[in-house]
């Protein structure tokens, strides 16, 4: 697949800053016609995404999160949320459902939302060195030559 289009952007990982992270990448979603639902599921993930850079990624310091988003020549979007905060030391374990390091209001859903509403979630890590989150969605074409 080739990349048809793409942006950079990073920002300090303050709790204000989720909000503009998923109005942006909506906005650059929005050049391959997305349904309403469809930028609802995107926005939500990358609301997520951020999120957990904030809260598990850097803990109480501030840092940078990283985000690049690409258009694919299949209708595609992916975009990767970056930070070089604390890492994930065990992936798997964080990403089932209700598993939390911070608990409190946090129900340890993020992942778990991700999937449900994207195509393909990916995750690497390394412990303190940071994680990157992979969010992949095919939007579906709403008109064709045909009809």
Known sequence: MEVTNRFNMNF???SANEAFARAAV???AAQIDPTLEEISDIKTAVSEAVTNCIVHGYKEKMGKIYISAEILDNNTLRVKIKDKGAGIENIKRAMEPLFTTVG??????GFAVMQSFMDNVSVRSAKDKGTTVTLTKRITPRYSING
Not at 104 to 109: H, K, N, Q, T, Y
């Open 12 to 14: 300090l990982s303050r």
């Open 26 to 28: 909506a906005a650059f």
């Open 104 to 109: 409190g209001e946090r129900a340890g859903l």
